[in-house]
Structure formats: C-alpha cells, structure tokens
C-alpha cells in the first residue's frame, strides 16, 4: 500500500530539488549529530537498508533475519522501531505494523536483552506545523509549494505536521538515516521511481554520497554476484517455493548418457534451500563464496571453496549461503535414473541462525 504522502509530495520536489540539492560534505541535522564520512555503507547502515526494503516488501520471513542481523551489528530497539514507524508514511500502515509486529516477536524472543537506545528528546518550541514546515525547507534545501498543494492544501498541512514535523522532530535518528531508510524502501518498491530520484536527491543533500546511494540500491535489488568461473544461470524461479531467498541456476552437463547431470547452484546472501533428501544421494562441491551444509541433528558445516560434500541417499539436509555473503556450489545428481528428491519444511530462521553462528 502506497501512502498519499510520498505520491503528492515528489510531484512538487522534482522541480525544487535539481537547483536545491548541493552536497554539503558536513551537516548535522539534529541531536543525535551522527555524520559519516565514509564513501561506504557502515554495518549498522548495510542492515537498515534490508529492513527497510523487507518491510516495505511485506517480505516478513527475510525482515525477521534482517532484524536479528541488525540487532547483532549493533542497531537499537529504538533506531529499529523509529525506522519501522516512519516507513508508515512511505508503504502504508499495514506493512508498518506487521513489521513491528514481527520485531516486537523477534525482541521477546531474544529475551528483551538487546540494547533499548535512546528515546526521542523535546520537541521544539512551537506548533507542529511551524516546526514541520522549516524541518521540510532544510530538509529538502528549498521551500516546497506548488499547484498541488494549492488543490490539496489539507496534504500540504499533513505532510509539514505530521511527517516533517512529528516524525521528523524526533531527533533520535538523524536525517541521514531517515532517507537511508526512505530510500530503500521506495527503491524496494515498483511503481514509485519518480520519487525514489526526488529522494537520492534529498539524501544526498542530507549527506549521503553517490557511492552510498549505489550501494543500497545494489543491496535492495542485488545483481548476482558471480563467484567463480561457472555461469551463474537464470534465477530457480521453477524451485523458488523450495528456497528461503533467491537462488540462481546453470546446468553444466548436456548428454543424459553420461549419467552425470551437474549444475552450478548460486545463493544470494542468507538463502537455503529446505530440509530435503535424495534416494541416491548428491554429490556438492563448494566453488565460490561461503555457505553452509547440514544434515538434520548433526552440527552445520562451513563451506569454502575447494570443500566436496558427498550426501548419503536418504539424509535429511540442507545447504545455502553464510549470512553475508554470496555462494555457489557444483550439485552432482548421482544414481540419476532411479533418484527422487523429496522436499520437506523449511529450514526455520532460529535454526539458521543457530547453524550459521548467529552472523
């Protein structure tokens, strides 16, 4: 659900923003005074991006793993619930809220231990309006008015309150990373580019570089990273309900005669396939990236290149890629004529996270 918000306010920024957008290489927005000059995405700022895209997704079993990855990098209970709360504005109330919903879950379910953060300081002095109006010039770099707001004059008034005013007020989360966040949400999204250019604008005038702006793209909507010499293939749309993440496919073996058929299996970060196994077995040789292997009620292996995993007929199992990075592996169908793979549940996320490390 796309909120009326963000819809009507791009159709005015696009015309102020190409002259208003100058890169100020320092600014301090409000309190929390946080500025990073680095070219780079930091931890912290890598995992707000995925959550940001799954909530606006409505993808709730990756924004779970995203949570909890971003909770071991360091993020707050407060910085995560005060994006997951803005974003409201930007994809709708109802993936906001199931969003809280899941990490409200997430946080009891890791005994409330994560660090709780800071809570919002004073508004300022004044009325929402007054104070929203002047956070939306310096946000934007120039005062924002036009026809639409002339012909809904009540959007006006609820985007400089409400949005600009309560939300962006609350000075527990700096600018910056509010349109971090913004922006990957809206890159996350179809049908919204014009306002996914009006905020790279704004983001950049709030601090954030070109190269932090391509990296959260690339994140949001990762282009497959290839991992070794093996083509990486199409993505395994065909077996995608069998995978927790996405997948990509390239068979390597042409002739049936040969009895080998072999593929190049490629997993993008945190994906695996489900709990299965096959009546003749399978042979994984690791050739790109880290991942991991397990058989059911024996300890996860670590796999690097080079590692060969010969899967005995009839073995509960499964296998995919670490939680920070790509990886690729050779599957080897042995026994082919008489071999039947049985697919079963998914591997939940406390047992990933289990197998993995917690990473």
């Given amino acids: 659900m796309k909120s009326a918000f963000l819809l009507l306010i791009s159709t005015v920024l696009m015309s102020n923003l190409a002259c208003a957008a100058e890169e100020p290489s320092t600014r301090t927005n409000n309190a929390s005074g946080t500025n990073n000059p680095m070219n780079t995405?930091?931890?912290?700022?890598?995992?707000?991006?995925?959550?940001?895209?799954?909530?606006?997704?409505?993808?709730?079993?990756n924004l779970k793993l995203a949570l909890a990855a971003g909770l071991d990098a360091g993020l707050t209970v407060n910085e995560v619930k005060e994006v997951l709360t803005q974003l409201y504005a930007y994809c709708g109330f109802p993936r906001s809220l199931n969003a809280l919903g899941t990490f409200m879950t997430l946080v009891n379910e890791r005994g409330r231990k994560d660090a709780v953060g800071n809570l919002p300081g004073p508004r300022p002095v004044g009325t929402s309006l007054e104070f929203g109006t002047?956070?939306?010039?310096?946000?934007?770099?120039?005062?924002?008015?036009?026809?639409?707001?002339e012909f809904a004059p009540a959007i006006d008034e609820y985007l400089k309150a409400h949005l600009f005013g309560?939300?962006?007020?609350?000075?527990?989360?700096?600018?910056?990373?509010?349109?971090?966040?913004?922006?990957?949400?809206?890159?996350?999204?179809?049908?919204v580019e014009s306002?996914?250019?009006?905020?790279?604008?704004?983001?950049?005038h709030n601090g954030l570089t070109e190269a932090q702006i391509e990296a959260i793209?690339?994140?949001?909507?990762?282009?497959?990273?290839?991992?070794?010499?093996?083509?990486?293939?199409?993505?395994?749309?065909?077996?995608?309900?069998?995978f927790s993440g996405k997948s990509y496919l390239a068979p390597l073996t042409k002739d049936k005669r040969l009895k080998a058929p072999a593929f190049n299996v490629t997993f993008e970060p945190g994906c695996r396939n489900n709990w299965h196994k096959h009546s003749g077995g399978q042979l994984l040789i690791a050739v790109g990236g880290v991942g991991y292997y397990q058989e059911r009620g024996q300890t996860a292996r670590r796999l690097v290149p080079g590692d060969v995993v010969e899967v005995p007929p009839d073995t509960d199992h499964w296998h995919g890629a670490a939680?920070?990075?790509?990886?690729?592996?050779?599957?080897?169908?042995?026994?082919?004529?008489?071999?039947?793979?049985t697919w079963l549940e998914a591997v939940s996320d406390a047992d990933y996270r289990a197998a993995t490390g917690g990473k």
């Fill in 323 to 341: 939680p920070d990075s790509w990886f690729s592996h050779l599957g080897v169908e042995c026994n082919p004529d008489t071999n039947k793979n």
């Fill in 41 to 61: 995405l930091n931890p912290k700022e890598e995992k707000l991006v995925l959550i940001s895209a799954y909530t606006a997704r409505g993808d709730m079993p």
């Fill in 217 to 242: 793209l690339a994140l949001v909507n990762p282009v497959p990273v290839k991992t070794s010499p093996f083509p990486i293939g199409e993505e395994n749309k065909g077996y995608a309900q069998y």
């Fill in 134 to 149: 002047v956070n939306q010039t310096k946000l934007v770099g120039a005062p924002v008015m036009g026809p639409l707001f």
């Fill in 166 to 191: 309560d939300i962006f007020a609350r000075d527990n989360l700096d600018w910056k990373t509010r349109e971090l966040a913004t922006i990957a949400a809206l890159a996350a999204m179809d049908g």
């Fill in 195 to 204: 306002q996914l250019k009006s905020h790279i604008v704004i983001g950049k």
